[in-house]
């Protein structure tokens, strides 16, 4: 059930109540594609840290461990120790971006593994099967992901398909929601926009799709190359023809700026593994810039990451520490700067929503943004 709690303009302020719990929106999907954050972030770390709902990859699990390894260990929510919503991506956007030799015809795409080379099969039909195997709270929907540079011809034959996709993906998670030994019956499905960056045929595609009734809709094939004034430009103008009772997803964003541009536009759900891959590079996100904490500047500096930052690394440990675990390449290193990243990703969600309470969203962007482009 999805319950609209205020408006600011186009941005949304909602409830999503899930069989796994209730999600409160708008809100960031920590990215654990095998199962887990990259950079030894445990189930307990994440909600320490705040995490409401995370996300992993059906292609990634199905080539390893295998989505019937997982079933047979009781699904991912088990499997991983976590007990509030995941979503599980489709695999859609992996198949055509790390999979080599691949051959898409209307029955799916034939492809070979990134890990051991062997030939892999997936169309809407084995998608759906994987996710159920997996158990998760939502399940997104087996498209193709066009090139952002791709003709306007080839951009249109693809939406075409991925409508088709679309139609394929909703019979067959009705017909394994019926079975009695699924893991999860009361598991989502959630469409998907293409389109590239044409704006007509996005439109049309949402109208579409938003026609098959889907507890939610999402929004892929932005954030892949093409500038970001023409993401905003094409949300502008396919939210609105997206359900308004429905939670609206833009998948793989992204930057703390992106994210606050999104939520103004009336996106509901972010997904990105900007906060763990920077993380892991010691580029850490403060309110008041960036922190590259390998410069050499930060060598003798026994200030925390940030100054009143209440997460696990903040806390605890100076900057010239956790530098000095990241240049000896301890784990720990990496760990706290991603606890860290987190921790600012969901903090930040967390204000946008009790801004979006008072009627200040629009404010609280100003001043978090021109806090963001200062200088450490």
């Known amino acids: 059930m999805y319950r609209l709690l205020c408006t600011e303009g186009r941005a949304k302020r909602c409830e999503f109540t899930t069989v796994h719990g209730t999600v409160q929106t708008p809100v960031f999907m920590n990215v654990g594609t095998v199962a887990a954050i990259k950079g030894a972030v445990s189930t307990e770390d994440l909600k320490q840290v705040g995490c409401q709902i995370q996300l992993s990859n059906t292609y990634h699990l199905h080539v390893r461990p295998g989505d019937e390894i997982v079933k047979k260990l009781g699904g991912l929510h088990r499997f991983m120790v976590w007990d509030r919503p995941i979503l599980t991506d489709s695999g859609g956007f992996q198949v055509f971006s790390l999979a080599s030799l691949r051959k898409i015809k209307e029955e799916g795409v034939y492809f070979n593994s990134h890990v051991d080379g062997r030939k892999i099969f997936m169309g809407p039909e084995q998608s759906m099967q994987i996710q159920s195997n997996l158990g998760s709270?939502?399940?997104?929907?087996?498209?193709?992901?066009?090139?952002?540079?791709a003709d306007r011809s080839y951009v249109q034959a693809s939406v075409d398909r991925t409508t088709r996709w679309l139609e394929r993906c909703k019979t067959e998670?009705?017909?394994?929601?019926?079975l009695s030994d699924t893991i999860n019956r009361d598991q989502m499905l959630f469409g998907i926009n293409q389109g590239a960056i044409f704006p007509d045929i996005r439109i049309e595609h949402a109208k579409r799709i938003s026609d098959m009734d889907l507890p939610g809709y999402s929004i892929g094939g932005l954030a892949v190359g093409e500038p970001n004034e023409v993401m905003y430009e094409i949300l502008e103008e396919v939210v609105p023809h997206l359900p308004q009772n429905k939670p609206t997803y833009l998948m793989g964003v992204g930057t703390p700026k992106d994210i606050l541009e999104g939520v103004e536009r009336g996106v509901d759900f972010f997904d990105c593994v900007y906060p763990s891959r920077n993380g892991r590079h010691g580029h850490l996100y403060t309110n008041s810039g960036t922190v590259r904490l390998l410069n050499a500047k930060y060598e003798l500096d026994d200030r925390p990451i940030e100054e009143g930052c209440n997460c696990p690394a903040c806390r605890t440990y100076s900057r010239a520490y956790i530098r000095h675990l990241l240049k000896a390449k301890e784990m720990l290193g990496m760990r706290l700067c991603v606890l860290h990243n987190l921790y600012f990703y969901n903090k930040m969600m967390e204000e946008i929503r009790d801004a979006l309470d008072k009627g200040e969203f629009l404010s609280y962007k100003k001043a978090k943004l021109a806090g963001m482009e200062e200088n450490n």
């Open 137 to 149: 709270t939502i399940a997104m929907a087996f498209d193709e992901c066009p090139s952002s540079l």
């Open 173 to 178: 998670m009705a017909r394994l929601n019926s």
